[in-house]
Nanobody
Framework: QVQVVESGGGLVQAGGSLRLSCTAS????????MGWFRQVPGTEREGISY????????HYADSVKGRFTIARDNAKNTQYLQMNSLKPEDTALYYC?????????????????WGQGTQVTISS
């Protein structure tokens, strides 16, 4: 059973930074593309970032472009989301996703594996 675990969430003031991490077990990490979604209660999950298996291709939602950076270290079976210039509207539960089915990366229906989420709260 594949296990995906996020960490690094927390409470920070607006303008601050956080780095989320995601590890996965029982899989050949380097073979899979990955990404991050987030969800505010009462709304749909929003795809915010994508990284290809090699790390050469990345995508970002407009809402985070220029502030967030996705990266991966295949040797450590870990992907990261560096979040800078955080805003109160970034408050959400953040999910790591692994293994797309080849469709639109920002669609929540395209991903095989999900973590349980890590809460990010930004105070104004």
């Amino acid at each position: 059973q594949v296990q995906v675990v996020e960490s690094g969430g927390g409470l920070v003031q607006a303008g601050g930074s956080l780095r989320l991490s995601c590890t996965a077990s029982r899989m050949n990490f380097a073979f899979y593309d990955m990404g991050w979604f987030r969800q505010v209660p009462g709304t749909e999950r929003e795809g915010i970032s994508y990284i290809s298996a090699s790390g050469n291709i990345t995508h970002y939602a407009d809402s985070v472009k220029g502030r967030f950076t996705i990266a991966r270290d295949n040797a450590k079976n870990t992907q990261y989301l560096q979040m800078n210039s955080l805003k109160p509207e970034d408050t959400a539960l953040y999910y790591c996703v692994i293994g797309s089915r080849g469709g639109t990366w920002s669609s929540r229906f395209q991903w095989n594996y999900w973590g349980q989420g890590t809460q990010v709260t930004i105070s104004s």
